[in-house]
């Protein structure tokens, strides 16, 4: 028997227990608990439709930890996936810890009011993950997650070094609307916004956001511009695989976006501090996550591909290789098989994989781990069989930027 339990009932919430119940041989009960109960609902009236599994719905304030913990004791899961938004991080693990249950997410801890993300408040969970002899498994979505398994599988089998790692996230889809994000608006503009970094010889390396830029052809979806970001997987990659010289990541955004965000940027719509309107304390960038379009509402018009991978160069046998290793998702077809687009269908997908993979016991220990710290093949097996498959190729020589 191996129930889990959901937090966090959007589009990645979705395809997370969509796919769980198509699995149903690995996950025997689910439940979905999220701020709103009727869309925990509607996610559940779906799997029904299209699986015939009954996955069980409550409502939950997440930050509340007692009720969270009287939850969990409640449902008693053997894991609680966490796909509610990284605020919520801290305040779920100690409800695993007071309840004596696993954890998994698929981003890693951000403060509310300061747009930083790293891994130092959850890595410093270590101790009392370990103490409870519970598993705490961060970062299985596409990225975070399958970046850092495609890059553990290289490392695995097609390279004894890696000297540098390129993370490539392009998303070639169309959405028909002037201005949306693919995923939370709020968490989204201020990954985005934030500066660049990357890592080189030890040290990092920032840059002012959105302004070092580059093309590439990426395959299915054509000639794209890329812009150099900072993302959490750089600081777990760089902890657990020292050897590496330069890691960075790339996320391609159209010119309308860009255009867009920095118009919204320039009249202090993206701001995280409070501002007084009419005698009331607002967020501008939580207004403006309510007047933009939900994430999950554009699924039904979102046509195109998403090609996501890693391109790393290093040693083989002591002669210099680059591999090239990739998904390519369609948004339609996500749409059809989960009712939600892509973007949501690659971070669900690896969400229920990482859940797999530690209710079965393939991934097991004590205390607080990233992606890159187990076997890559088991995880790797089950995105060729789960809707992600994925292609390597060799280059014929590294990235010539
Ligand atoms: P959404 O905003 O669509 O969904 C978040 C859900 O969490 C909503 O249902 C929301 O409830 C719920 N929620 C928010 N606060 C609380 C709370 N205090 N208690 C209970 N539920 C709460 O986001 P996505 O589905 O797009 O993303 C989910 C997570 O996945 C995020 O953490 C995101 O950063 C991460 N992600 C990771 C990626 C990766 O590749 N690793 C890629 C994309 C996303 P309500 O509906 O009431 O607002």
């Not at 812009?227 to 996320?251: G, K």
């Amino acid at each position: 028997m191996a129930k889990v339990l959901v937090i966090g009932a959007g589009g990645v919430g979705s395809v997370a227990v969509h796919k769980m119940a198509m699995n149903s041989d690995i996950f025997t009960g689910i439940a979905l608990a999220s701020r709103t109960k009727s869309k925990c609902d509607a996610i559940a009236a779906s799997v029904k439709e299209r699986t015939g599994v009954t996955v069980d719905t409550y409502q939950i304030d997440a930050d509340d930890v007692a009720a969270t913990t009287a939850l969990i004791n409640e449902v008693k899961p053997v894991l609680v996936v966490n796909l509610a938004l990284p605020y919520q991080d801290l305040n779920i693990m100690d409800a695993c810890l007071a309840a004596g249950v696993n954890y998994m997410d698929t981003a890693n801890y951000e403060p509310i009011d300061e747009a930083k993300f790293e891994y130092s408040w959850q890595w410093a969970y270590q101790d009392k993950f370990k103490a409870a002899g519970l598993m705490a498994l961060l970062g299985s979505g596409f990225d975070p997650g399958v970046t850092s398994v495609f890059a553990t599988w290289l490392r695995k089998h097609k390279l004894d070094t890696i000297r540098t790692l390129d993370i490539l996230d392009c998303n070639g889809g169309d959405h028909g609307q002037h201005f949306a994000t693919n995923f939370n608006p709020e968490i989204n503009i201020r990954e985005v916004t934030a500066p660049a970094r990357h890592y080189l010889n030890g040290e990092w390396v920032e840059t002012p956001a959105l302004t070092i830029r580059q093309q590439f052809d990426f395959e299915e979806v054509g000639p794209k511009n890329m812009y150099l970001m900072y993302h959490e997987e750089l600081e777990s990659l760089a902890h657990h695989l020292p050897e590496i010289e330069r890691i960075r990541f790339w996320m391609t955004f159209g010119d309308a976006y860009i255009t867009h965000l920095t118009v919204l940027q320039n009249v202090g719509m993206t701001r995280i501090d409070p501002v007084i309107y009419e005698g009331k304390e607002i967020i501008p960038l939580q207004f403006l996550k309510a007047v933009l379009p939900e994430p999950a509402s554009l699924g039904p018009t979102t046509k195109g591909k998403t090609n996501i991978g890693d391109i790393a160069t290093g040693l083989k046998d002591g002669v210099e290789k680059t591999f090239y290793i990739y998904n390519i998702c369609d948004h339609e077809d996500a749409y059809r098989e989960t009712g939600n687009q892509a973007v949501s269908y690659t971070t669900g997908v690896p969400a229920m994989i990482g859940a797999a993979m530690m209710v079965q016991g393939v991934w097991t220990g004590e205390g607080v781990f990233n992606m890159e710290q187990f076997d890559p093949d088991p995880y790797m097996d089950m995105l060729n069989n789960h809707g992600l498959p994925w292609q390597v190729k060799e280059l014929a020589g590294p990235l010539a930027f």
